[in-house]
């Protein structure tokens, strides 16, 4: 058996990208959906209220992002309007820059309006920082989600990071919609 060797950034980048096209079944991105939110609400106080308070979230299991030099990140996720899916995305990013490792994570994004909710839906492929806003909010251990550190019409939590790579940012993140039926 030959062993290859990653020796490139490209290399790296055209791994992630092999990664990303294996794509799951809507059944499966569902599982993975309700475990990450089960996760979520276990960890948040004040989480069910918030979920059930938003005009729909946007759950993506498990990001990934891999860097050397050149970083590129992917994951898919579900969209739940009223607790049900509605449709799938594919999360998607790429930065230059010192960076080194790989990471794992899982990010929530609410909507909390129904314009905000209705922007995102009707957009052909939603950029953050171009398209809109995402508001990151930091909860460390013990604190609570409340309506003082939920004021944008749009609003991100992410956690469960597991990894070596530093980057609590959505700037840049393009979300797009997948065909799954």
Known sequence: MKI?????PAALFALLLSMSAIAGSAQ???QKVSETLRVFQQEVNGADLFLN???????FPRVIKVGIGLGAETGEGALRVGGA???YYRTTSGSFGLQLGAQAKSIVIAFMTKESLNKFRNASGWKVGVDGSVALIDL???KTIDSQNLKDPVVGFVFGSKGLMYNLTLEGSKF??????
């Open 4 to 8: 290859h060797r990653l020796r490139t």
């Open 140 to 142: 460390g251990a013990g």
């Open 85 to 87: 899916t509605v449709d």
């Open 28 to 30: 499966e991105i569902d």
């Open 176 to 181: 797009s919609k997948l065909d799954k039926s």
């Open 53 to 59: 308070q938003s005009a729909g979230y946007l759950v």
